[in-house]
């Protein structure tokens, strides 16, 4: 399916969000996807990040998604030390990649992310951040698509009739 | 070499100018987006040509005109269809319209007209692609239609006092950019000369929308409106929340929007002295928005009775034009002189100085666009985190969130078709689903938990995962001060109205009728130039019409 970048981060939002993560970690994933233009994209990363999982029942994030909830904080550690980071039983290396580039940008370093024996490792490098071009359309695999759907409608309220009549503006007829 | 910037007196305090109840306050000015993109229009010497009227004897089928700007080709499909009175809601959930329309990427062929014209009516439930810009659709103001259709009909021109009374054919219930359903994200047009400003490409549908609608109604009536009933059909905007969270979600954007608007107050304020031509044009000018405020009438008693006020106001204000534009600051002394008055009047105020003195602001709207957002910087030291937090976010720190009343409200997405809605948060089911635009509350709870911390930022950050939004929105402010509403938005006393009143007037809206404290009816382009009057694009602003 094609979609566009904001479809396609308005999705990823609310799929972050109902993996149970915070509404920061949500950006910091859409800010990530700004850079799919630049980078080849692994979409199996992306279908094993979005797995289906109970997290009402699982507060023990699993390996898969801990690169959503973890990425932004190891970044952190790699700005403010000047020095690699060890992402230990994380195998997202093309995701982590558009969340470095993102760093990148902000604030005018280069970030190499290098796969190791355990995990991945983000190293600050020499050099400039590598420029980035809005993606103007995503190939959505199927099945990446249905499990972003999926987690984002886990963010959406059930419809009561005191919320269609009072939640929001408007009548429901307006013939005037 | 750069040219120097005009002298300017200090901006407005954002602790003031981002007050909920100053917010919803707000007037169109010439910075507004639709006034700029109009600007644009003119000054490249814009045509709007209609290439296909394919509209039946009932008024419906579909139609198409076209407009070049800054090198680029664009058309508004237009599709008007038949619509049960059962089906016509202003509301997200409602699922046909009378019309829909799309802002194309060029010239449309055949095959591209016949696609839209299948897809535009389904909207929300069409899927569309990166040729179309802008998806919208409205709802006639169906006893206006009827009753202009009947007076051409029979030869006549319609009543003023009807056409003041309502003032569009036409409301929008929507008017979907960035990448909505598949359209083009806003990267595609963020370069092109005139589309780069905020909301540019959707006050340009708005506005051919506008002249779409005077056409239709000329074409079911058989015969033309006078032209100046015709300049004074805008066309309507029904906006409820959704309009909200985007504020809070483009902290950034809404900084730049108010920051060239204080930027542009600043500057006519520190005029020393004015040309007998820009004394008489603020004259005129007060005059006509006191003709304005005398048409718009609205039937909630309540915000009636704030334009009542306003009224009164004003006259007293303009009353003493003359003595304080003799003065040797005379905006400034305007400006303060209005302070003892109602907010409403102030805000009219600051729109009205920025009218004659478009050469020394309407440059600022370059600057109204948000490129790259400000990043989270982790080697803030914590004593400088909790300083600038103190400092700079006292409408956060001083909310008591013990007390249930400063967390009435969450804001949700329903699943019905995605409505954005507001709940009570203690009686209804759904706040561990909210939206967040609990900013207040997030940054008081993230100080309480910096309390105790003894680390660095970013092992905070790591620790408190949760608190990564509020550190941002904090270390933002001492960049960006207008970048947050500067009070609490889920608290019991919260409008919303408020929110959606700074926005709308941003984009250029007038003539505002809330119809609670959820949603707003507003009039878009009344007074603006028809599609062959652009070279007089510098002489509305507040429209009204004479009787």
């Given at each position: 399916m094609k979609v566009s970048l904001a479809e396609l981060q308005a999705y990823g939002r609310l799929a972050v969000r109902g993996l149970g993560l915070p509404s920061a970690q949500a950006e910091a994933f859409c800010k990530a996807l700004e850079h799919l233009g630049a980078a080849e994209v692994d979409w199996s990363e992306m279908e094993q990040v979005f797995a289906p999982v109970d997290c009402a029942a699982n507060h023990d994030f699993r390996s898969d998604f801990r690169v959503l909830r973890d990425a932004p904080a190891a970044l952190d550690i790699v700005l403010c030390r000047n020095q690699p980071v060890q992402l230990g039983d994380v195998d997202c290396i093309g995701l982590l990649q558009l969340y470095a580039r993102e760093i990148e940008q902000a604030f005018s370093i280069s970030i190499e992310v290098a796969r190791t024996d355990d995990g991945v490792e983000l190293i600050p490098t020499e050099g400039r951040p590598r420029n980035t071009i809005p993606p103007v359309r995503i190939e959505?695999?199927?099945?990446?698509?249905?499990?972003?759907?999926?987690?984002?409608?886990?963010?959406?309220?059930?419809?009561?009739?005191?919320?269609r009549l009072a939640g929001?503006?408007?009548?429901?007829?307006?013939?005037? | 070499m750069s040219k120097a910037a005009p002298p300017q007196v200090a901006l407005r305090a954002p602790d003031d100018v981002m007050q909920l109840a100053r917010m919803g306050a707000s007037f169109p000015t010439r910075l507004s987006f639709l006034r700029t993109i109009l600007r644009w229009l003119a000054q490249d010497g814009s045509k709007v040509e209609r290439t296909v009227w394919n509209i039946n004897e009932d008024g419906f089928g579909h139609a198409v005109y076209q407009v070049a700007l800054g090198g680029y080709d664009y058309a508004l499909i237009a599709v008007s269809s038949e619509l049960e009175p059962e089906q016509r809601t202003?509301?997200?959930?409602?699922?046909?319209?009378?019309?829909a329309f799309v802002l194309f990427d060029g010239v449309p062929t055949a095959e591209d007209i016949a696609r839209v014209c299948q897809m535009a009516p389904l909207q929300e439930a069409g899927r569309f692609t990166e040729?179309?810009?802008?998806?919208?659709?409205?709802?006639?103001?169906?006893?206006?239609?009827?009753?202009?259709?009947?007076?051409?009909r029979n030869g006549e021109q319609p009543d003023r006092q009807v056409i003041r009374n309502t003032g569009y054919l036409m409301r929008t219930?929507?008017?979907?950019?960035?990448?909505?359903?598949?359209?083009?994200?806003?990267?595609?047009?963020?370069?092109?000369?005139?589309?780069?400003?905020?909301?540019?490409?959707?006050?340009?549908?708005?506005?051919?929308?506008?002249?779409?609608?005077?056409?239709?109604?000329?074409?079911?009536?058989?015969?033309?409106?006078?032209?100046?009933?015709?300049?004074?059909?805008?066309?309507?905007?029904?906006?409820?929340?959704?309009?909200?969270?985007?504020?809070?979600?483009?902290?950034?954007?809404?900084?730049?929007?108010?920051?060239?608007?204080?930027?542009?107050?600043?500057?006519?304020?520190?005029l020393t002295g004015i040309s007998t031509a820009e004394s008489e044009m603020l004259k005129l000018l007060a005059n006509a928005a006191k003709t304005h405020l005398d048409e718009w009438t609205v039937p909630d008693p309540e915000a009636q009775s704030e334009i009542e006020q306003l009224k009164q106001d004003w006259a007293d204000l303009t009353g003493q034009l003359d003595a304080i534009l003799d003065q040797s600051q005379p905006i400034d002394e305007?400006?303060?002189?209005?302070?003892?008055?109602?907010?409403?009047?102030?805000?009219?105020?600051?729109?009205?100085?920025?009218?004659?003195?478009?050469?020394?602001?309407?440059?600022?709207?370059?600057s109204m666009a948000s490129r790259r957002e400000k990043a989270l910087d982790p080697r803030m030291s914590v004593p400088d985190l909790i300083r600038l937090s103190k400092e700079l976010c006292s409408w956060a720190t001083e909310a008591n969130f013990e007390n249930t009343s400063e967390s009435a409200r969450f804001w949700y997405i329903s699943e019905?078709?995605?409505?954005?809605?507001?709940?009570?948060?203690?009686?209804?089911?759904?706040?561990d689903l909210e939206r967040p635009l609990d900013t207040a509350r997030q940054i008081k709870f993230m100080l309480?938990?910096?309390?105790?911390?003894?680390?660095?930022?970013?092992?905070?950050?790591?620790s408190f995962p949760v608190h990564r939004d509020a550190v941002l929105r904090v270390q933002r402010l001492s960049e960006y001060p207008y970048a947050e509403i500067r009070g609490n938005l889920i608290c019991e006393t919260c409008r919303p109205i408020d929110m959606l009143r700074f926005k709308l007037a941003f984009f250029g809206a007038s003539k505002f009728d809330p119809k609670s404290d959820l949603w707003t009816r507003i009039t878009l382009a009344q007074g603006a130039p028809l599609f062959d009057e652009l070279d007089k694009v510098g002489d509305w602003w507040l429209a009204a019409l004479p009787s």
């Open positions: 959505l695999p199927a099945m990446c698509y249905e499990r972003l759907t999926k987690l984002a409608s886990r963010m959406y309220v059930p419809e009561t009739d005191a919320s929001a503006g408007a009548g429901l007829t307006d013939n005037d | 202003d509301r997200v959930i409602a699922e046909a319209w009378d019309a040729k179309e810009l802008v998806l919208s659709r409205a709802n006639k103001s169906v006893r206006l239609f009827a009753h202009i259709v009947d007076c051409l219930t929507a008017v979907y950019g960035n990448g909505k359903f598949g359209i083009a994200d806003r990267s595609c047009i963020a370069d092109r000369p005139g589309l780069g400003g905020p909301f540019a490409a959707e006050m340009l549908i708005v506005w051919l929308i506008r002249g779409f609608t005077h056409d239709l109604v000329e074409h079911l009536g058989g015969a033309e409106l006078d032209r100046d009933l015709k300049r004074h059909l805008g066309i309507g905007n029904s906006t409820g929340l959704g309009m909200a969270p985007f504020l809070v979600s483009h902290p950034e954007l809404m900084n730049n929007w108010v920051m060239a608007r204080e930027t542009a107050l600043a500057r006519v304020r520190a305007l400006i303060r002189i209005s302070q003892v008055f109602s907010v409403a009047c102030q805000e009219l105020t600051v729109s009205l100085v920025l009218e004659p003195f478009g050469h020394l602001v309407d440059s600022l709207t370059t019905a078709k995605l409505e954005p809605r507001i709940g009570r948060r203690y009686e209804e089911t759904g706040a309480q938990s910096l309390r105790t911390w003894d680390g660095d930022l970013a092992g905070f950050l790591r």
